[in-house]
């Protein structure tokens, strides 16, 4: 059975940093491009970033270029986010996304809040 589960969430003041964690498991791990989305109170979802399974390219969303850096650890099977510089916009669920072929999984989610 696969999963992935984030963790890392919380709250934070603005300016202040997070890194979330996916743990990864039931996949073949490296085969998958992977990327982390987020969905903020009354907003659609959004890509913030991702990864490429091959050569670990990365690409951003404009609003947390310079900011956030995602990376990967296929040995430990788990996707990282590192977020510096929160701002109150970035409060949202951040959720890790995982697609091979037509292999494509998702998980839960975890809760950033960034607040005075």
């Known amino acids: 059975q696969v999963q992935l589960m984030e963790s890392g969430g919380g709250l934070v003041q603005p300016g202040g940093s997070l890194t979330l964690s996916c743990a990864a498991s039931?996949?073949?791990?490296?085969?998958?491009?992977l990327s982390w989305y987020r969905q903020g109170p009354g907003k659609e979802r959004e890509l913030v970033a991702s990864?490429?399974?091959?050569?670990?390219?990365?690409n951003y969303a404009d609003s947390v270029k310079g900011r956030f850096t995602i990376s990967r650890d296929n040995a430990k099977k788990t996707l990282y986010l590192e977020m510096k510089s929160l701002k109150l916009e970035d409060t949202a669920v951040y959720s890790c996304?995982?697609?091979?072929?037509?292999?494509?999984?998702w998980g839960q989610g975890t809760q950033v809040t960034v607040s005075s």
């Open positions: 990864i490429s399974s091959v050569g670990g390219s990365t």
């Open positions: 039931g996949l073949s791990f490296s085969n998958y491009a």
């Open positions: 996304d995982a697609k091979w072929a037509w292999n494509h999984y």
